[in-house]
């Protein structure tokens, strides 16, 4: 990469960092972080521990949850003043359930440009892994703390097609999987992905119920960095209609419009109009 001295536009990159194996992080990445003035970074030791490995010297501002509002302005006057500056997270795409957001907005709205690094993000690197439907999914965050809270977001999505995911702390995990018992059914699957990309890393699909029951044989299933998916709701099949309807409604249409022969036979079976008249759209000439 090019030396900061020499970039024409002061720029905020948003710089993912691994999430557990250090070989995940990107050329690139290493590249804006020795490059950039500042790096701000939710916990500085922390990050400090992943420079000192890479032997980058670049300094570190503190930038998170408890001073973020108060302290972006501060990093915006930076980037105004002509500096470049890396946003990193402790793991992961920072943003996704990680301080970043008051510090893009403001950027965004001072017209400072903002440049996203793509990489490790534990969401993405669960769901790929999971075997469960990845065509349409949500990101809900950390679960709610108290199990009420915990109890109205799995209302909120028991009845939705999509993969749902969710990050999970150890110590709350027995806790979530009890609620979502109660609110999901046994029947339903989760997957849960523990200690990605390390060395105990453990990729766990199952019904619900059963799921439950293999966490609560080894206290090691426990422990680590996790995230919960939830399968979505299978799309209920439609009934089948009574052969003897069918046949009614197919005498019916020669006599009167669909729509009208769909309403007289759902009136004498005590079937829904709307599946009779699309099977007659479907079927009937």
């Known amino acids: 990469m ?11 990159y948003i710089v993912p960092t691994p999430i557990g194996n250090l070989g995940d ?9 020795s490059s950039v003035d500042v790096i701000a970074a939710e916990d500085t030791r922390h990050t400090g521990r992943l420079l000192s490995h890479f032997n980058i010297q670049t300094k570190t501002f503190a930038l998170h949850d408890h001073n973020e509002q108060h302290k972006a302005q501060a990093l915006v006057d930076k980037l105004l003043s ?19 957001y008051h510090l893009v907005t403001q950027c965004r709205q001072a017209g400072v440009k903002v440049t996203p690094l793509p990489g490790a993000c534990a969401v993405i690197t669960a769901l790929s892994a999971s075997g469960l439907p990845s065509d349409r999914f949500s990101f809900e965050g950390f679960f709610p703390a108290k199990s009420k809270g915990r109890k109205d977001k799995l209302m909120e999505i028991a009845q939705v097609e999509r993969t749902c995911i969710f990050y999970e702390s150890p110590h709350r995990i027995t806790d979530s999987l009890q609620d979502m018992l ?6 339903r699957e989760v997957v849960l992905a523990r200690e990605l990309t390390k060395t105990f890393e453990t990729i766990q699909g ?3 119920g059963e799921l439950i029951e293999w966490v609560e044989a080894d206290t090691n299933r426990k422990r680590g960095e996790m995230v919960l998916l939830v399968h979505g709701q299978r799309e209920k099949k439609a009934e089948a209609l009574p052969e003897e309807a069918l046949r009614t409604l197919g005498i019916l249409t020669k006599e009167l419009p669909l729509k009208r022969a769909a309403a007289a036979t ?5 079937l829904k109009k709307n599946a009779l008249y699309k099977w007659g759209l479907e079927n009937l000439d």
Do not use: C, F
């Not at 992080?25 to 972080?33: E, K």
């Not at 759902?266 to 005590?270: F, G, L, P, R, V």
């Open 2 to 12: 090019t030396d900061n001295k020499t970039l024409d536009v002061p720029t905020l």
């Open 25 to 33: 992080i990107t050329q690139r990445a290493l590249d804006v972080l």
């Open 82 to 100: 002509g500096l470049s500056i890396a946003l990193v997270s402790d793991a992961g795409t920072p943003l996704i359930s990680d301080p970043g």
């Open 182 to 187: 109660e609110i999901l059914g046994p029947e």
């Open 206 to 208: 199952m019904p619900l």
């Open 266 to 270: 759902a009136e004498i079976y005590n």
